[in-house]
């Protein structure tokens, strides 16, 4: 990131600028404020209900801390008619957040398994996208948006952006590419682009080829986000045909069945035929068997 740019209002920037060329955002006058306003509340209001319930988390943890504790103490008194009690100084130190190893060994098993990212990847940024050393990103299932930091000033001649089916190289003429290497996927060259977007950025758009799968990063090697985190606008699926829909509607709810531990909509699947043909069988005996 350049000296001075702050990476928030540059993700926002991306954002509104999506909205400006491919939707009727902004002919809606105050109504675009109100849903601005709307959305900031209700991620305010999951950040707030988050910090609560962690902190009702931490509270079992030291709760069942001290409880473990006094039944170590009691365990130690050997019977005796007399329980040891811990002291009172022990026990503030568990209540105030003491022998910080343990309960944050606690808390981190306590997680949910949902919370936890794939090794060696980044939670998805707002528009389900990430951030590489020259460039931030967004993507939909269909196209990839890619915001190129440039030097102030650079005139759009200088610029140099070669597309190929399956590779990108974006630099400056006359230096060695900012950007050079195989994309994530395959994409319809013919409906990529890129233009000016102001004196200090540069915005890459790559058409997907395959519109049924979301990209973990946009060059293989650069900095990867975690899929599984991705969260797609549900609003979009009114814009699709009928057999588009039903498939990204499946891998939506698959996707967030495997977010919950829970089985996928083909698991459902092979169970309900399962437990059908236990239920028209009953004479035969399944105690023994086991199913994956």
């Known amino acids: 990131m350049a000296q001075g740019e702050n990476a928030i209002d540059m993700m926002l920037d991306l954002y509104f600028s999506f909205l400006r060329r491919k939707t009727d955002f902004f002919s809606q006058g105050e109504m675009c404020e109100r849903a601005v306003q709307s959305a ?5 209001a999951i950040v707030a209900k988050q910090a609560e319930e962690d902190e009702k988390r931490r509270a079992r943890v030291k709760q069942a801390e001290l409880e473990r ?16 009690e811990i002291t009172d100084e022990e026990a503030e ?12 060994h606690d808390l981190t098993a306590d997680e949910d398994d ?13 528009g ?17 948006d890619v915001r190129v930091r440039i030097p102030v000033g ?21 230096a060695t590419p900012m950007i ?31 519109d049924m799968e979301w990209w973990d990063c946009v060059v293989r090697g650069h900095p990867c986000i975690d899929t599984k985190k991705v969260t797609p606008e549900n609003s979009k699926l009114s814009d699709l045909d009928g057999e588009t829909r039903a498939t990204v509607e499946k891998m ?8 919950q531990g829970k089985p996928t909509s083909d698991e459902m699947k092979k169970q309900d035929m399962m437990k059908q043909f236990m239920d028209a069988h009953p004479e035969m005996d399944f105690s023994q068997c086991k199913f994956s």
């Open 128 to 144: 389900n996208g990430g951030e590489a050393e020259h460039y931030v990103w967004h993507q939909t299932l269909t196209d990839v």
């Open 40 to 44: 900031f509340e209700r991620q305010r």
């Open 154 to 174: 650079t005139p759009a001649k200088q610029i140099v952006c070669d597309f190929k089916k399956s590779k990108w190289v974006f630099g400056l003429k006359g």
């Open 114 to 126: 949902q919370d936890k990212l794939a090794p060696g990847t980044m939670m998805p940024n707002s």
């Open 93 to 104: 130190k568990i209540k105030s957040g003491g022998d910080d190893d343990d309960v944050s």
């Open 252 to 259: 939506m709810f698959d996707q967030q069945q495997k977010m």
């Open 69 to 84: 504790k006094m039944a170590e103490q009691a365990k130690a008194a050997d019977g005796s008619d007399k329980i040891q």
């Open 180 to 210: 050079e290497g195989d994309l994530y996927a395959d994409v319809q060259i013919d409906d990529c682009f890129w233009t000016m977007e102001d004196k200090t950025t540069v915005l890459v758009t790559f058409q997907k080829k395959n």
